[in-house]
């Protein structure tokens, strides 16, 4: 019965030192995240910079899960180059080392369970009293995941100290300690934790379970570890993502070849350098030795190394055009057909986002058949979209082909041609506009059509048959009939003047108390997109009118 209750006390004791590891890091992003980001994109010039920035942001937020994932995204953002993020790592991987020597220090050299209380007490207390907004809750929920993590560290050390007296390990342990460097990665991959897994080899030679040889080994192999979160955090990135995680791996392994084939000389160093301290700081020593050779190795050959992971994962061009990249701007004859078609691609997405975004099915909204109320009426359930994803493409679309009629126009010196690439560039703006006032309405879209007030579903409705009626009219106009051209002015002339019945819905709304009163300038403002909606889309047409009278009067 002890023996089973002191394996519950170690196996709490890791828990409660890996969920206070978590709950400290997130915390951290919460309150310094966003600092972090912008002091490394402004700290990562040179290589050397980028290096002392890994090695004091993990310092700082011992994590260096945290400061690798970190690099992953600001990479993924393109804010920091492949060179510079390799050096975070190699930065990061020294700064790591500092946990291993708070726990040395502090975690065997007193009685910490008190100080863990204080921690948790003070901690805890702050959370409670101060605001859920500000960010001194943040500050005082680190307190508690240092608390946790000193707790957690304390019921590591108690209960393999209660082994090392009950158990006789002999028969169970490696005869060779290199054994225990694939021990160390195993735990550190799943725990996804090199300080815990390090914290957990320190716990056992305090306690004298393994030799000083199997924990140096079982550190190295806690190195290689820890490259599994620079992998799963790569995962589905752009290629840069990955080739840093490449790169993290390839210095890790080789740091760790390195470090097992002169683990005897490794060893040696560290016992006459401190002689006269305890094997757990002798570890911590070991550990920060390995990495700093590890980056002294490696750091000359930075570039070197990023343009070796720069020929993995080529990346795969996104085409987002139908028509102008297949057509050369050197032959303005042919670019300014294959403009043109572009443009009509561009228009098809703006009108399909635009009906996606009121829940109508773009292929039934143009079936001459069905009224716009009967459309209202049958489709009304939100489709599961990504809607940011569609704005993206539809945005490298607009600039794809604002690039393309910007190299056009330094190439043609046709009169005809300048004047078509003019009224092309002024519909783009329009288009550009329209598109974005819907992206800008789609959230508040979202929260009317969860609405459940009789007010809030009018003005639901009428917002849908706005830019439905839009849509249709837009979408017949640009076929050049000059019955739709006159229905799209008549139809944005009625958006336009019914400030009259929209405000009567917005004031109904304003009415009811049940409503909150954010909704009623939510709705004001929603009026206003849909009317620049159909403006926008108005203006293009215009603008395509006023280039055909000037053909026809030349």
């Not at 300690?177 to 320190?202: D, K, M, N, R």
Request: aromatic share 10%; glycine share 6%.
């Amino acid at each position: 019965m002890h023996t089973i209750s002191t394996w519950i006390e170690a196996f709490a004791g890791l828990g409660l030192f890996l969920f206070g590891m978590l709950y400290l890091e997130n915390q951290i992003r919460v309150s310094a995240g966003r600092t972090f980001k912008t002091i490394v994109g402004n700290a990562t010039a040179t290589r050397f910079k980028s290096l002392l920035t890994g090695l004091g942001a993990t310092a700082l937020f011992q994590s260096s899960s945290v400061v690798t994932l970190m690099a992953l995204s600001l990479i993924g953002a393109e804010m920091m180059s492949l060179q510079s993020a390799i050096a975070v790592i190699f930065g990061s991987n020294i700064g790591t080392t500092v946990t291993s020597w708070i726990v040395a220090l502090i975690g065997f050299k007193m009685d910490i369970k008190l100080l863990s209380y204080v921690f948790i007490g003070i901690g805890g207390l702050g959370s409670v009293l101060v605001s859920e907004e500000g960010r001194w809750k943040n500050y005082f929920s680190m307190l508690v995941g240092f608390g946790l993590i000193f707790l957690g560290l304390e019921g590591m050390k108690e209960s393999f100290g209660v082994f090392s007296q009950n158990l006789d390990l002999s028969s169970y342990l490696y005869s060779s300690p290199y054994f225990y460097a694939l021990i160390g990665l195993v735990i550190t991959a799943i725990i996804q934790s090199s300080s815990a897994a390090i914290a957990i080899v320190q716990s056992a030679i305090f306690a004298h379970m393994i030799s000083f040889e199997a924990a140096a080994a079982y550190v190295i192999g806690a190195n290689v570890g820890t490259t599994v979160t620079a992998i799963l955090g790569a995962i589905g990135g752009i290629p840069d993502k990955k080739r840093t995680a490449v790169a993290h791996l390839i210095f890790n392994l080789s740091s760790a070849l390195v470090a097992l084939l002169t683990l005897p000389w490794l060893i040696l160093f560290v016992r006459n350098v401190f002689p006269n301290v305890d094997d757990v700081v002798q570890i911590a020593l070991f550990h920060t030795l390995f990495n700093v050779l590890g980056v002294a190795l490696w750091y000359p050959f930075i570039s070197l190394l990023a343009k070796g992971v720069k020929k993995l994962f080529k990346k795969e061009t996104i085409c987002v055009t139908d028509y102008i990249h297949n057509v050369s701007t050197d032959v303005p004859e042919l670019a300014v057909d294959a403009l043109e078609k572009e443009m009509g691609h561009l228009n098809d997405k703006i009108e399909e986002f635009a009906l996606l975004a009121i829940n109508i099915p773009p292929p039934k909204a143009y079936e001459q058949s069905t009224s716009i109320d009967k459309l209202l009426d049958q489709y009304d359930e939100n489709f599961d979209i990504l809607y940011t994803k569609l704005y993206e493409k539809i945005r490298l679309l607009e600039g794809e082909v604002y690039r393309y009629i910007s190299a056009l126009s330094g190439k043609t010196v046709n009169e005809n041609h300048q004047k078509k690439i003019n009224t092309l560039l002024r519909q783009l703006t329009y288009l550009t506009t329209a598109a974005k006032a819907i992206k800008d309405i789609l959230d508040d879209l979202n929260m009317l059509y969860d609405a459940s007030s009789s007010e809030e579903i009018s003005f639901y409705r009428n917002i849908r048959y706005q830019i439905l009626k839009s849509v249709l009219a837009y979408h017949q106009a640009r076929k050049g009939d000059s019955t739709f051209i006159e229905e799209m002015e008549s139809t944005y002339k009625k958006i336009a003047d019914s400030y009259s019945n929209s405000m009567h819905l917005i004031e109904n709304i304003a009415r009811n108390p049940k409503i909150n009163s954010a909704m009623t300038a939510i709705t004001i403002n929603d009026m206003h997109l849909v009317k620049s909606f159909s403006k926008s889309l108005r203006n293009v047409l215009a603008v395509n009118l006023e280039n055909s009278e000037d053909q026809n009067a030349i």
